[in-house]
């Protein structure tokens, strides 16, 4: 089991930044990888960035390339999101997710990923 507990969200106008935090506790060594997804009501929940955990490849969906950097800290088991020039489309719930696959296959498939935060919201406005 892992459990994962954000924080870091709220509200902030286009053009600002915001950094979320994942907490990850229980058995970590299993999360091979780890990501970020964020979802707005009636859409689908969608990658953002992902990280694999013991080789620090990340991957990033096209929308938040260049504005968004996932990060991690192995030795707090911690994962960031630091998000900058936010655009109103960026307002969502924000996941932090853990999955237990090894293969890279399918990674931006959320049923991929095992185990979810409770969401953190951002808001950002125009």
């Known amino acids: 089991q892992v459990r994962l507990v954000e924080s870091g969200g709220g509200s902030v106008q286009a053009g600002g930044s915001l950094r979320l935090s994942c907490a990850a506790s229980g058995d970590t060594n299993s999360a091979y990888f780890m990501g970020w997804f964020r979802q707005v009501p009636g859409k689908e929940r969608e990658g953002v960035a992902l990280i694999h955990r013991s080789t620090g490849i990340i991957r990033y969906a096209d929308s938040v390339k260049g504005r968004f950097t996932i990060s991690q800290d192995s030795a707090e088991n911690t994962l960031y999101l630091q998000m900058n020039v936010l655009k109103p489309d960026d307002t969502a719930v924000y996941y932090c997710?853990?999955?237990?696959?090894?293969?890279?296959?399918?990674?931006?498939?959320?049923?991929?990923?095992?185990?979810w935060g409770q969401g953190t919201q951002v808001t950002v406005s125009s």
């Open positions: 997710a853990a999955r237990q696959t090894t293969h890279w296959y399918s990674l931006w498939d959320p049923n991929t990923y095992t185990y």
